[in-house]
């Protein structure tokens, strides 16, 4: 019985959002709509139904032949949902497209691509375990408190949508980006910008083409830990909108009475909604208490101490200080402080600091060091009211006065940071944190430390493949790109720029059963492409014989595949035959008429494609950068922030001759530009080799025109005989490489 009136409240809902979707869009002026930041339009629309919409009188149309069964079966009601949703989507298009601001402070509206692909790390890291929507409002304060509590303290990015929101306020908790608490909206049409976020998760990170909705639900199902908390009473809409969430694989649990599907619609007292959301999408996370009296966890990560909120301020660029881990034979647990504690330092005063970890264990290697250093910087962040910044000698540390006032003290700091170690270690067997403010001792520790970086770097930079025997794979992006695999070497960083290869190596040892593991390289095939037979075995096994074989240093040649949180990805101009490289942060448009999205979604989804490939930012200082392809040689237009960042690897005589956005804005100005600066890849025209690969392009233009209809594979055939070739998919248009080693 309840079951039934739940169904008819659906599809009663979808019917009247359709119903106020059709009359909100009659006689509006024809208008463009699609949101900004995006690479896919109406991210709902486009994705559950394949369409680009690309103006009102077009979703004009599109809404008008939506239709909502009348028979109340749950199918039908879930149907309707979905109807809802894409209705959502509608209203809020139309927002965009006829108001200036659609969304004004604290609301964020719309969600850009970018800020999606930058939660890619986090999300398949685990240190963002969870997405919630929150929908509705809570209607008791402490309760609410309760829940944001609960929903902090597991680092989950959570999406708000309605009254909670003014609620939140009103109770005075702070929310935003860096918090992971996002506010939508106000209107449960908001809801449409949740729904989007977790549409494109399986078009940018799983590479599925919008429209394939079975795909794309299927991945969001198994894929994305997304459920919706609806709080408060239900209407009508809202249910319908909850029902097109289940359809499109997102959960719904909430505080009201609603009839069980298991694990798609439950219910919950609000008391214990957050586990149980986790719940049903068999998350666990675990919370570990600390007892100091602020909090600590991932949650406090982004927080920033200005200036005004400062109590003190610990080495920093008008002070002096380091952090140093140091792998040590007998250890005994401890924290030591040697110097003043907060409460004898002067308020606002800059003092020094030191921090140094003492580890040992019987699998801890003095290699490891380095890695396990990094992540003071993170552990420290953890500690509500602390900033740190930078590592090693630069560090920089300011303690806001609200965590002073509320207790801390540089003991419960020590404390923390050894916890956090042998927490996240295990092969730490007993760790000593001693933290130092005395001027004197600060000074000798630093001397002593940059010794120790020093010797570290040296070891580090001399280290290139060859070097080595084995590499590293890295399969955690599987989760969203199920065929991906990174493979790691000293040339050749993960493409999320966050695993270098002694941090992967690390990595490896210290948990051997995680998704970091060894690489024997095998036997060397091609030395220029960076082939081996061993990290040929283990792609075709971990990509489930998706990918038989990998170059560690080529776009155009079998290149590695790419998932979807690549910092960078090269780009080949078949114009010019050159390379592009763009950034993830790069706003503008390439020579292509593309930004970085468009063409990250050429590869994203552990697709292989010629051409095209993710790397780190970090891999363009490697003397192997894209060595298969003639390196720095082709390369031929990079953002100017790019051009800088990475100014001290371009070969100074190349420098100059490579465009950026503000050289040129496509692909002909970029030729003349090329030419004028007399760029590499504008004097291979003229060699030898091309002429011949020209004239084998006539050859084959010749035969094509001499016997119509031919098919193309028969014609090329005997260069591929002679030669080899290589097929390069860009958009609809084709390209012949005939300048390819034969296998
Ligand atoms: S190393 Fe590769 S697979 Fe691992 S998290 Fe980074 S991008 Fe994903």
Redesign the pocket.
């Known amino acids: 019985m309840v079951k039934l009136m739940v169904v008819e409240n659906i599809i009663e809902g979808a019917k009247k959002v359709l119903n106020l979707t059709k009359e909100s869009l009659k006689n509006v002026e024809n208008k463009e709509v699609g949101y900004k930041g995006t690479n896919y339009n109406l991210p709902l629309i486009y994705g559950l139904l394949g369409k680009k919409v690309k103006d009102i009188n077009e979703l004009r149309e599109l809404i008008n032949s939506l239709e909502i069964k009348e028979e109340k079966t749950l199918e039908n009601a879930l149907d309707a949902g979905v109807v809802t949703l894409i209705c959502a989507e509608a209203l809020e298009a139309l927002k965009y497209a006829t108001e200036e601001q659609p969304y004004k402070e604290p609301y964020v509206g719309f969600i850009p691509d970018e800020t999606l692909r930058s939660l890619g ?1 986090p999300l ?2 685990g240190k963002i375990p969870a997405i919630l929507v929150v929908i509705g409002k809570v209607g008791d304060k402490e309760k609410l408190k309760k829940l944001i509590n609960d929903i902090r303290k597991r680092n989950i990015l959570t999406l708000f949508v309605g009254e909670i929101i003014k609620e939140m306020d009103e109770a005075g908790i702070e929310y935003g980006f860096d918090k992971l608490l996002i506010p939508l909206g106000e209107t449960i049409t908001s809801a449409a910008h949740a729904a989007n976020l977790a549409i494109r998760a399986p078009l940018i990170f799983g590479g599925i083409e919008p429209g394939k909705t079975e795909e794309i639900i299927d991945y969001i199902k198994n894929r994305v830990p997304a459920v919706v908390i609806a709080l408060g009473d239900i209407d009508d809409i809202t249910l319908s909108a909850g029902a097109g969430c289940i359809k499109a694989g997102i959960p719904v649990i909430t505080n009201n009475p609603v009839p069980t599907i298991e694990g798609a619609l439950e219910s919950s007292d609000i008391e214990n909604i957050v586990e149980n959301a986790l719940k049903m999408k068999g998350i666990e996370v675990k919370v570990t208490e600390f007892d100091i009296p602020v909090s600590v966890g991932p949650m406090n990560e982004g927080e920033r101490v200005r200036g005004p909120d400062m109590y003190v301020e610990l080495a920093g660029p008008k002070s002096y200080g380091c952090e140093v881990v140091l792998v040590k034979d007998n250890v005994e647990d401890g924290v030591e402080i040697i110097g003043k504690d907060l409460d004898e330092m002067e308020e606002k005063g800059r003092y020094p600091f030191a921090i140094i970890v003492e580890v040992s264990g019987e699998k801890l290697e003095k290699d490891l060091e380095g890695v396990l250093e990094r992540r003071v910087h993170e552990f420290l962040n953890y500690i509500e009211g602390v900033m740190h910044l930078n590592q090693r000698d630069q560090i920089w540390i300011r303690i806001n006065k609200n965590s002073f006032n509320k207790g801390l003290r540089l003991k419960h700091i020590g404390y923390v940071i050894q916890k956090l170690f042998k927490e996240h270690f295990p092969i730490i067997e007993k760790c000593k944190v001693t933290i130092v403010t005395d001027e004197n001792k600060v000074k000798e520790i630093l001397e002593e430390a940059r010794k120790i970086y020093a010797e570290r770097d040296a070891k580090a930079r001399k280290l290139r493949d060859e070097d080595v025997d084995v590499f590293y794979g ?5 989760s969203f790109a199920p065929t ?1 695999v ?1 493979i ?1 070497t000293p040339d050749r960083p ?3 720029g ?2 270098s290869y002694l941090d992967a190596r690390a990595a490896a040892k210290i948990d051997p059963n995680g ?2 593991f060894e690489v024997p390289k095998g036997e060397l095939i091609d030395e220029k492409l960076g082939i081996y037979s061993g990290v040929n075995d283990v792609v075709k096994e971990k990509s489930q014989g998706a990918i038989e074989e990998v170059s560690l240093h080529s776009a155009l040649v079998n290149p590695c595949t790419s ?1 979807g ?2 910092e960078a990805i090269v780009f080949y101009i078949p114009e010019v035959d050159g390379f592009g490289v763009v950034h993830r942060n790069f706003r503008g448009e390439t020579p292509y008429g593309l930004p970085f999205s468009s063409l990250a979604g050429q590869c994203s989804g552990g697709k292989q494609v010629p051409g095209f490939v993710g790397i780190a930012i970090e891999y363009m200082r490697s003397p192997k950068f894209l060595q298969g392809d003639g390196g720095w040689e082709r390369i031929v237009w990079l953002p100017k922030e790019l051009k800088e960042r990475v100014k001290d690897a371009i070969p100074k005589d190349l420098y100059d001759k490579i465009a950026t956005e503000e050289d040129v804005s496509n692909t002909d100005e970029l030729i003349n530009f090329l030419k004028k600066k007399g760029h590499p890849v504008m004097k291979k025209e003229e060699t030898e080799e091309i002429e011949k690969t020209k004239e084998e392009i006539e050859k084959v233009k010749k035969v094509k025109e001499e016997k119509e209809g031919i098919d193309i594979g028969e014609a090329i055939l005997d260069i591929a005989k002679e030669r080899g070739i290589q097929i390069i998919m860009k958009n609809v248009k084709i390209i012949i490489n005939l300048n390819v080693k034969k296998p």
């Open positions: 790390v398949v890291e890295c399969v955690m992006c599987q991906h990174c790691i993960s493409l999320c966050s695993i998704p970091i998932c949180c690549f």
